[in-house]
T-cell receptor, first 112, second 112 residues
Framework: SQQGEEDPQALSIQEGENATMNCSYK?????LQWYRQNSGRGLVHLIL?????REKHSGRLRVTLDTSKKSSSLLITASRAADTASYFC????????????FGTGTSLTVIP | NAGVTQTPKFQVLKTGQSMTLQCAQD?????MSWYRQDPGMGLRLIHY???????DQGEVPNGYNVSRSTTEDFPLRLLSAAPSQTSVYFC???????????FGSGTRLTVV
């Protein structure tokens, strides 16, 4: 079974709006990561947040982590058409190995 | 740097055939993993390795073998291909358990 689940499954917004997607996971973690996948391509690492962090920023990306609720959110501000992609969260299930488990992803469409 | 290189990009197999999906990275990463991606299922971990000579099973290891004789290479072998193994396969590597993964561009495999 997968560790993370993203919500919503699909999201469509106008260019310039903010996009928020959520990830819930099942067990304790050491860190959580977000990735982007453009159609037909491999995944690209966006940001990593550790279990002792609550918020992290990278450019137009803002990630929050609530370990008490076992959830994370990814906010993309001032979205652009180029942000159209699928977004996945990945968690390490709190173990010491490098096993990262991905959710099913959120498909984001930004309409120009 | 080439990053993570996967070959072939596309492959069609007949049921029962065997083949090896190649993965090589030139970043001296210790951690490497294989995932398969199916529609609506996200990415599922097949096998992973934390260093040369060390491999372990992920979520869906049945029907696949791996080996890690060098730091650079992590081939995935399909023993006897089945239609259920039709998928897109991604190889990924990371320098540590606290780092993001670098993904290859994927191998699209069809088993008929």
């Amino acid at each position: 079974s997968q560790q993370g689940e993203e919500d919503p499954q699909a999201l469509s917004i106008q260019e310039g709006e903010n996009a928020t997607m959520n990830c819930s996971y099942k067990t304790s973690i050491n860190n959580l990561q977000w990735y982007r996948q453009n159609s037909g391509r491999g995944l690209v690492h966006l940001i990593l947040i550790r279990s002792n962090e609550r918020e992290k920023h990278s450019g137009r990306l803002r990630v929050t982590l609530d370990t008490s609720k076992k959830s994370s959110s990814l906010l993309i501000t001032a979205s652009r058409a180029a942000d159209t992609a699928s977004y996945f969260c990945a968690t390490d299930a709190g173990n010491t190995g490098n096993q990262f488990y991905f959710g099913t992803g959120t498909s984001l469409t930004v309409i120009p | 740097n080439a990053g993570v290189t996967q070959t072939p990009k596309f492959q069609v197999l007949k049921t029962g055939q065997s083949m090896t999906l190649q993965c090589a990275q030139d970043m001296n990463h210790e951690y490497m993993s294989w995932y398969r991606q199916d529609p609506g299922m996200g990415l599922r971990l097949i096998h992973y390795s934390v260093g040369a000579g060390i491999t372990d099973q992920g979520e869906v290891p049945n029907g696949y073998n791996v080996s890690r004789s060098t730091t650079e290479d992590f081939p995935l072998r399909l023993l006897s291909a089945a239609p259920s193994q039709t998928s897109v396969y991604f190889c990924a590597s990371s320098y540590s358990t606290a780092g993001g993964y670098t993904f290859g561009s994927g191998t699209r495999l069809t088993v008929v």
